[in-house]
């Protein structure tokens, strides 16, 4: 193999690892918060009782409130979903509380597009009976960057990133009203899409998922409750032995009182 040849393989090596690093990097810099959906814990782009169980059981195995880059370590979620960098049980309050707003009232486009080195992007088209709101945010984009938003090649917003690599941008306007799934959206720099109804979006939300999201949803909300009771008898049980390590070392202490006046005593009646 010629000197020129070998120059060019550890070149294309050297860039190869690179980008793999970069990736990892913007990856790693984001902590274990789902920027796009806060409360999509296990990333399904849904927000079930699944979200909230891979809390709880988080903290059960790791205590009451865990440091967001210890559990970087092995990211398997996303639980930090207030964003405060922990692990606590109010980011599985927030969880339900997100299952059970109410969004009937309005309806749209949704589309999620992943870049080649980590990046993601949710695109939302929400309607109501008001106007028509569309709401981009970005996650694991190149820091300080400026990425373009187009729908049907048409330019309608900047998104600037932050240091972070997250960014969002919100319009509200009538056009985005005559939008119709199909649009094509794209955000330079990461890749493009087809809008669909935020009921189809995803390959993921499909018919035998739909069949199946109330029964893991009834199931995942019983073992919120099994938990929630665990948790309390075990509060109890340590609160017992907590009080009963305490009675032990203070009769020990009394004991010892004891002793040491009867010692005393003793000294004294024989100096007298």
């Not at 964003?83 to 299952?99: F, K, P, R, T, Y």
Request: aromatic share 2%; glycine share 6%.
């Amino acid at each position: 193999m010629s000197h020129t040849h070998k120059r060019e393989s550890a070149r294309r090596n050297r860039l190869l690892s690179l980008q793999s690093l970069e990736c990892r990097n913007l990856m790693a810099a984001d902590g274990f918060h789902n920027f796009l959906e806060p409360a999509d814990v296990n990333h399904d782009h849904t927000v079930s009782a699944v979200d909230a169980l891979t809390i709880i059981n988080r903290l059960t195995r790791d205590g009451n409130r865990t440091s967001a880059e210890a559990e970087h370590v092995d990211n398997d979620g996303f639980w930090d979903v207030n964003d405060d960098g922990h692990a606590s049980a109010v980011d599985a309050l927030m969880v339900i509380n997100e299952m059970s707003r109410d969004d009937s009232a309005t309806s749209g486009l949704l589309k999620y597009i992943d870049g080649s080195h980590g990046e993601r992007v949710k695109v939302e088209i929400e309607e109501s009976s008001h106007t028509s709101r569309l709401a981009v945010r970005v996650q694991n984009a190149l820091p300080n960057s400026d990425l373009e938003v187009s729908i049907n090649s048409v330019i309608v917003g900047q998104i600037h990133t932050r240091e972070n690599g997250r960014g969002e941008l919100e319009i509200n306007d009538d056009y985005f009203t005559s939008l119709a799934s199909g649009s094509a959206v794209s955000v330079t720099g990461i890749g493009s899409a087809v809008l669909a109804s935020d009921h189809d979006a995803n390959d993921i939300n499909d018919e035998s998922h739909a069949s199946n999201h109330n029964e893991v949803d009834e199931n995942g909300i019983h073992e919120l409750h099994v938990n929630h009771d665990r948790d309390g008898d075990d509060a109890d049980r340590l609160d017992t032995e907590h009080h009963d390590r305490e009675h032990d070392r203070e009769h020990d202490r009394e004991h010892d009182r004891e002793h040491d006046r009867d010692h005393d005593d003793h000294d004294r009646d024989h100096d007298d």
